[in-house]
């Protein structure tokens, strides 16, 4: 499988951004989901979806993004809302076995900046 995120950009704190990350190849009963990382910071868990669309948030993000997925276009997508500074990281799209379980495929990323 192969994972293509865009939408990444600069935005100012407060505001908007959504990203996508277009899937080709077998998805079957993986999850799909959102991991970020800073410079000097550990890979965090975003937000994931199972093919049965059960969600999980990092607790960092609840009530700010929201993931959907478009199985038509198999795309999967994040929505950032009121981003703030600590938001800004690169964000990769994932395949994993499980909402929480162990990633098999990364996206090469997309870079978030917000000032």
């Known amino acids: 499988v192969q994972l293509v995120e865009s939408g990444g950009g600069s935005v100012q704190a407060g505001g908007s951004l959504r990203l996508s990350c277009a899937a080709s190849g077998y998805i079957g009963s993986y999850c799909l989901g959102w991991f970020r990382q800073s410079p000097g910071e550990e890979r965090e868990r975003v937000a994931a979806i199972t093919r049965a669309s059960s969600i999980s948030y990092a607790d960092s993000v609840k009530g700010r993004f929201t993931i959907s997925e478009d199985n038509a276009k198999n795309t999967l997508y994040l929505q950032m809302n009121s981003l703030k500074p600590e938001d800004a990281a690169t964000y990769y799209c994932?395949?994993?076995?499980?909402?929480?379980?162990?990633?098999?495929?990364w996206g090469r990323g997309t870079q978030v900046t917000v000032s």
């Open positions: 994932v395949r994993a076995l499980g909402i929480a379980g162990y990633v098999d495929c």
